[in-house]
């Protein structure tokens, strides 16, 4: 556990615009940063990071084994000697626009029980009124 948070830390360590033989690549899809990660440079603006794979260019590329050889091997992964790093990403369409159907749904509602209470209230204040007028011109004889 120590040891992948060591990589970490140490992953968030490499710019490459400082070290200009560090050469990174996106990896992966933009995601939305973790709650306690949201303090991080890499989740600025948008909170939203992506994935890089960073590997230093100035080391020699390994030596490749010919195919006589009595015990080949596969070839190196170039996934060796890379470095995980995040970078900040814009903004995910998917979750923008579920974002806008969300705001759109609740304004829907929030209309709605407006105009239900607008009406509610219309018909009740018209009722009262007509009582009222129906008790002054004398149609409603009161109890009592």
């Known amino acids: 556990m120590l040891l992948c948070f060591v990589n970490i830390i140490h992953a968030q360590e490499v710019d490459?615009?400082?070290?200009?033989?560090?050469?990174?690549?996106?990896?992966?899809?933009?995601e939305p940063c973790?709650?306690?990660?949201?303090?991080?440079?890499f989740c600025h603006p948008f909170g939203n990071r992506q994935l890089?794979?960073?590997s230093n260019t100035t080391t020699t590329p390994p030596t490749t084994i010919p195919t006589d050889h009595p015990h080949p091997t596969s070839?190196?992964?170039?996934?060796?000697?890379?470095?995980?790093a995040w970078q900040p990403c814009g903004r995910?369409?998917?979750q923008?626009?579920?974002?806008?159907?969300?705001?759109?749904a609740c304004n829907l509602f929030f209309a709605a029980v407006a105009i239900g209470v607008s009406l509610v209230r219309s018909r009740r204040i018209e009722a009262h009124q007509a009582r009222r007028l129906a008790v002054?011109?004398?149609l409603v004889r009161g109890g009592g």
């Open 16 to 30: 490459p615009s400082l070290n200009p033989s560090v050469t990174c690549r996106a990896f992966g899809l933009c």
């Open 34 to 41: 973790p709650h306690d990660a949201l303090h991080e440079p």
């Open 52 to 54: 890089m794979h960073c």
């Open 75 to 84: 070839t190196p992964s170039t996934a060796l000697g890379e470095t995980p």
């Open 92 to 94: 995910i369409p998917t």
């Open 96 to 104: 923008e626009r579920a974002d806008f159907y969300e705001f759109v």
């Open 136 to 138: 002054r011109i004398g």
